[in-house]
């Protein structure tokens, strides 16, 4: 459901470099709500619990080179994520979170 989700929105115009890195999450997660998925991520204590899995400050975690490389991967992982810890999120909440996860970390550029 989510990467039908990611490819109803995946016609739009596409994001330039000098896009701002909101636009470009909303772009890439069309309809996603860029502030519930900020709530989200401070109710389910992201990143505590990935500052548990790797150390530090957590974001090592986030890796655009490594297998989370798409953004239907990176909503794919917070699903993951969702199904494991029981978080009972909705596929348009896991869409902001990945909206969320984009623009502070994984910044994906649009490809031609």
């Given at each position: ?33 860029l ?31 490594g ?22 999120l ?23």
């Amino acid at each position: 459901m989510v990467t039908t989700l990611l490819t109803a929105g995946a016609a739009g115009a596409q994001a330039t470099a000098s896009t701002a890195p909101a636009a470009a999450a909303l772009h890439r997660y069309p309809g996603a709500d860029l502030a519930l998925g900020e709530k989200l991520v401070r109710e389910h204590k992201c990143t505590e619990c990935h500052v548990r899995k790797v150390g530090g400050d957590g974001s090592a975690i986030y890796k655009p080179k490594g297998r989370i490389n798409t953004p239907a991967a990176l909503a794919t992982m917070v699903e993951m994520c969702n199904t494991e810890l029981n978080l009972g999120l909705f596929p348009d909440d896991v869409l902001s979170v990945a909206a969320v996860l984009q623009r502070d970390h994984y910044r994906f550029v649009a490809k031609p």
